[in-house]
C-alpha cells in the first residue's frame, strides 16, 4: 500500500503508478510481484476506459489449423507496408500465452455449442478464424474480471475520478538526469491536485479519437498520456494514422455506439440506401478488407450519394444466430427502434483508433527512464499504417506482461524517488469563462473532422494547423490563469495531440494506409516512420 510521507492526504509515495485503468493498465498492475506497491489511476470506474467497450474480440493463434506466420503476415498486409515485423513477432509469438492467463484469471470466452472448444471468429484483415470473444461484450468482460482481481490484491491501490494533469521530470525538478519520478493528479472530487511519487510510471491513458467530432470511444480518450510525454521529452511516431471505425450506429440518440467488425465476419454486407451492395467495387475482399479501405469506401459513397449514413445488415443470417452472436448490439438496436434480424443498421464512420503513439520498445521503455507507455497511447510498431481488427487488446496483454516483466527485474535497483513540492495554486484563480473552453472544444473537434478526417488534402491540412495554432495561444493563457479543471486539462492535451496529428499528417506526402490525400495519391518507394522529436520539433505546448 501507499506510504503516507506528509500530512497532508493529497501527497503519496508508490513504486509503480501506473495512469489508466484499462486492460493494459491492470495487466501491467497484476503481473508484477506483491512486494511492490502499487497504484492506478483513473478518469472514471476503474472499468470506464476504452477497454470495457471492445466488442470484438483478441486476436491470437489458438487454432491447430492456424499458424503464428500467418497472423504476422497477415499484420503486415493490414499495416501498409510500416509495421516493424520484429514487434509484429514479439506480439503474435506471445499471444497465446497472454490468452492463457486471461482464462486463468477467469475471464469467460465464448465457446462453440456443446462443445469445451472456445468459439472464433474471423475479422477484416485475418485469413483465418482467430479472434477469441465474449459474445459482443469482449472488452466488458476482460475489464470487469481484471478489474476484481486489481480490486482483491493488497498491495494495488485503485484510484477513481482522478485525472492526470502532467509528468514530473528531474528536468522539472531542477535535478540532473532524465527521469520520470510521479505526476501530478487532478482529484476531481474535490478537484484539488495530489502529488503522485513513484519509482516507476506507466502511462495506460489510451488514444485521442476525442479530438474528432463523431468517435466510438469514451469521454476520457483525449491523449492524455501522449500529451503528458511530448512534454516530458518523449518522441511521437506515426500519428497521421488514426482509425476510423467503419461502422458506428447511426442514431441522433445512440453516443459513440460501436457496431463491431465482428458482424461483417460473420456474414453482414454493407448496403446503399437502396439496398445495394457496393464494396466489391473498392476491394476484391470485399466487407473483409481492412478497415481504412472499408471506411473510405463508404465515406465515398456517401459523399457521392449526399447521404448522412449507409447501411449494415445480417438480417439474413437466423434470428437465433444473430441473437446468440450479438446480444448486446441486437438488445442497443433495438432500444432505437431497429430489430437487427429484420432491418439494416444504419452506420456511419467514426474515429476509433490512433496508430502511433509513444515511441517504445519490446519492453515498453521510453525515452524518458522510469517511464514506460502501454496500450494505445504507445507505438510499438506493430500497428503500421493501419491496425489490424483486434490486435489492439492483443499489444495492451503482451506488452503489459512485458512492461511487469521489466519492473520486475530493474525494481531494486531504483532508488525512490526525490522529494516534489505540492502543486501550486497560489497564482491562478477561479475561472469566470468556461464558455471559453466549450468553444474551443467545440471547434477543434468540427475543424479537425473536417480537414483531418478520413480523406485529406494539403490545404485542409494548412488551415487545420492555422487554427490550431490560435487555439495554443489561448489555451495557454488560459491555463496560466486559472485553477485546472478536468474540461481544461483534456482540451489543453487534445490541442498538443491534433497538433501532432496535422504536423505528421503534412510531412507524408503520400497516401498510404489510414493517411489518404488527394494531393498525393499514390505510394512512396521508400516510406518510414512519421517522427517527432521535441528537441527538434515543438508545438505551442502550453
Given at each position: 500500500?501507499?506510504?503516507?510521507?506528509?500530512?497532508?492526504?493529497?501527497?503519496?509515495?508508490?513504486?509503480?503508478?501506473?495512469?489508466?485503468?484499462?486492460?493494459?493498465g491492470?495487466?501491467?498492475?497484476?503481473?508484477?510481484?506483491?512486494?511492490?506497491?502499487?497504484?492506478?489511476?483513473?478518469?472514471?470506474?476503474?472499468?470506464?476506459g476504452?477497454?470495457?467497450w471492445?466488442?470484438?474480440g483478441?486476436?491470437?493463434?489458438?487454432d491447430?489449423?492456424?499458424s503464428?506466420?500467418?497472423?504476422?503476415q497477415?499484420?503486415?498486409?493490414?499495416?501498409?507496408?510500416?509495421?516493424?515485423?520484429?514487434?509484429?513477432?514479439?506480439?503474435?509469438?506471445?499471444s497465446?500465452?497472454?490468452?492463457?492467463?486471461?482464462?486463468?484469471?477467469?475471464v469467460?470466452?465464448?465457446?462453440?455449442?456443446?462443445?469445451?472448444?472456445y468459439h472464433?471468429?474471423?475479422?477484416?484483415?485475418?485469413?483465418?478464424?482467430?479472434?477469441?470473444?465474449?459474445?459482443?461484450?469482449?472488452?466488458?468482460?476482460?475489464?470487469?474480471?481484471?478489474?476484481?482481481?486489481?480490486?482483491?490484491?493488497?498491495?494495488?491501490?485503485?484510484?477513481?475520478?482522478?485525472?492526470?494533469?502532467?509528468?514530473?521530470?528531474?528536468?522539472?525538478?531542477?535535478l540532473?538526469?532524465?527521469?520520470?519520478?510521479?505526476?501530478?493528479?487532478?482529484?476531481?472530487?474535490?478537484?484539488?491536485?495530489?502529488?503522485?511519487?513513484?519509482?516507476?510510471?506507466?502511462?495506460a491513458?489510451?488514444?485521442?479519437?476525442?479530438?474528432y467530432?463523431?468517435?466510438?470511444?469514451?469521454?476520457?480518450?483525449?491523449g492524455?498520456?501522449?500529451?503528458?510525454?511530448?512534454?516530458a521529452g518523449?518522441r511521437?511516431?506515426?500519428?497521421?494514422f488514426?482509425?476510423f471505425?467503419?461502422?458506428?450506429?447511426?442514431?441522433?440518440?445512440?453516443?459513440?455506439?460501436?457496431i463491431?467488425?465482428?458482424?461483417?465476419?460473420?456474414g453482414?454486407?454493407?448496403?446503399?440506401?437502396?439496398?445495394?451492395?457496393?464494396?466489391?467495387?473498392?476491394?476484391d475482399?470485399?466487407?473483409?478488407?481492412?478497415?481504412?479501405i472499408?471506411a473510405?469506401?463508404?465515406?465515398?459513397?456517401?459523399?457521392?450519394?449526399?447521404a448522412?449514413?449507409?447501411?449494415?445488415?445480417?438480417?439474413?443470417?437466423?434470428?437465433?444466430?444473430?441473437r446468440?452472436?450479438f446480444?448486446?448490439?441486437?438488445?442497443?438496436?433495438l432500444?432505437?427502434?431497429?430489430?437487427?434480424?429484420?432491418?439494416?443498421?444504419?452506420?456511419?464512420?467514426?474515429?476509433?483508433?490512433?496508430?502511433?503513439?509513444?515511441?517504445?520498445?519490446?519492453?515498453a521503455?521510453?525515452?524518458?527512464n522510469?517511464l514506460?507507455?502501454?496500450?494505445e497511447?504507445?507505438?510499438?510498431?506493430?500497428?503500421?499504417a493501419?491496425?489490424m481488427?483486434?490486435n489492439?487488446?492483443?499489444?495492451?496483454?503482451?506488452?503489459?506482461?512485458?512492461a511487469?516483466?521489466?519492473?520486475?527485474?530493474?525494481?531494486?535497483d531504483?532508488?525512490a524517488?526525490?522529494?516534489?513540492?505540492?502543486?501550486?495554486?497560489?497564482?491562478?484563480?477561479d475561472?469566470?469563462?468556461?464558455?471559453?473552453?466549450?468553444?474551443?472544444?467545440?471547434e477543434?473537434?468540427?475543424?479537425?473532422?473536417?480537414?483531418?478526417?478520413?480523406?485529406?488534402?494539403t490545404?485542409?491540412?494548412?488551415?487545420?494547423?492555422?487554427?490550431v495554432?490560435?487555439l495554443?495561444?489561448?489555451?495557454?493563457?488560459?491555463?496560466?490563469?486559472?485553477?485546472v479543471s478536468?474540461?481544461?486539462?483534456?482540451?489543453r492535451?487534445l490541442?498538443?495531440?491534433?497538433?501532432?496529428?496535422?504536423?505528421?499528417?503534412?510531412?507524408?506526402?503520400?497516401?498510404?494506409?489510414l493517411?489518404?490525400?488527394l494531393?498525393?495519391?499514390?505510394?512512396?518507394?521508400?516510406?518510414?516512420?512519421?517522427?517527432?522529436?521535441?528537441?527538434?520539433?515543438?508545438?505551442?505546448?502550453?
Open positions: 500500500m501507499a506510504r503516507d510521507i506528509d500530512p497532508m492526504p493529497q501527497s503519496y509515495e508508490y513504486d509503480v503508478l501506473i495512469i489508466g485503468s484499462g486492460a493494459a491492470l495487466t501491467v498492475a497484476l503481473n508484477l510481484p506483491a512486494h511492490l506497491s502499487v497504484c492506478v489511476i483513473s478518469k472514471a470506474d476503474i472499468s470506464s476504452a477497454t470495457l471492445a466488442q470484438g483478441i486476436a491470437a493463434v489458438l491447430a489449423a492456424d503464428v506466420e500467418e497472423h504476422i497477415d499484420t503486415l498486409r493490414a499495416g501498409g507496408g510500416l509495421c516493424h515485423e520484429d514487434a509484429v513477432r514479439f506480439t503474435v509469438e506471445h497465446k500465452e497472454s490468452i492463457d492467463w486471461l482464462i486463468d484469471s477467469g469467460n470466452f465464448t465457446r462453440e455449442d456443446d462443445s469445451e472448444q472464433l471468429t474471423r475479422e477484416g484483415g485475418h485469413s483465418r478464424r482467430r479472434i477469441i470473444h465474449s459474445a459482443d461484450a469482449t472488452g466488458k468482460a476482460v475489464s470487469t474480471t481484471l478489474a476484481e482481481q486489481a480490486a482483491s490484491r493488497p498491495n494495488i491501490d485503485l484510484k477513481p475520478n482522478r485525472v492526470a494533469v502532467d509528468l514530473i521530470t528531474n528536468g522539472k525538478l531542477s540532473p538526469g532524465n527521469r520520470c519520478v510521479g505526476a501530478y493528479i487532478l482529484n476531481l472530487a474535490d478537484n484539488h491536485v495530489e502529488l503522485f511519487r513513484a519509482r516507476f510510471t506507466v502511462i491513458t489510451g488514444g485521442a479519437s476525442k479530438a467530432r463523431y468517435t466510438t470511444n469514451p469521454d476520457g480518450a483525449s492524455d498520456g501522449i500529451a503528458m510525454a511530448w512534454r518523449c511521437v511516431a506515426n500519428m497521421e488514426n482509425q471505425h467503419p461502422t458506428c450506429l447511426y442514431h441522433p440518440h445512440a453516443k459513440s455506439f460501436l463491431t467488425e465482428a458482424v461483417r465476419g460473420e453482414g454486407i454493407l448496403t446503399l440506401p437502396d439496398g445495394s451492395r457496393f464494396m466489391d467495387r473498392f476491394d475482399r470485399a466487407e473483409l478488407a481492412p478497415r481504412d472499408v473510405r469506401a463508404i465515406d465515398h459513397e456517401m459523399k457521392r450519394l449526399g448522412d449514413h449507409l447501411y449494415l445488415d445480417i438480417s439474413h443470417k437466423p434470428t437465433e444466430f444473430i446468440h452472436h446480444p448486446t448490439i441486437y438488445e442497443k438496436c432500444e432505437y427502434g431497429i430489430d437487427i434480424t429484420r432491418d439494416p443498421i444504419p452506420v456511419v464512420p467514426a474515429a476509433h483508433y490512433t496508430c502511433g503513439g509513444i515511441v517504445s520498445d519490446e519492453r521503455r521510453t525515452d524518458v522510469q514506460y507507455v502501454v496500450g497511447a504507445g507505438f510499438t510498431g506493430l500497428h503500421g493501419n491496425r481488427a483486434s489492439s487488446l492483443l499489444e495492451c496483454l503482451v506488452y503489459g506482461r512485458a511487469a516483466a521489466d519492473i520486475t527485474r530493474r525494481e531494486s531504483i532508488p524517488p526525490p522529494s516534489a513540492p505540492d502543486w501550486d495554486e497560489s497564482q491562478v484563480r475561472s469566470d469563462e468556461d464558455v471559453v473552453i466549450s468553444h474551443n472544444w467545440d477543434l473537434r468540427h475543424f479537425m473532422w473536417d480537414y483531418v478526417g478520413i480523406v485529406r488534402t490545404k485542409r491540412l494548412q488551415r487545420a494547423k492555422h487554427r495554432d490560435l495554443h495561444r489561448e489555451i495557454s493563457e488560459f491555463y496560466s490563469n486559472y485553477r478536468n474540461d481544461l486539462i483534456e482540451l492535451n490541442v498538443t495531440v491534433s497538433d501532432l496529428i496535422i504536423c505528421s499528417a503534412m510531412q507524408r506526402r503520400e497516401s498510404r494506409g493517411h489518404y490525400t494531393d498525393h495519391p499514390g505510394l512512396l518507394h521508400d516510406a518510414g516512420d512519421t517522427l517527432l522529436v521535441p528537441t527538434t520539433y515543438r508545438t505551442q505546448s502550453p
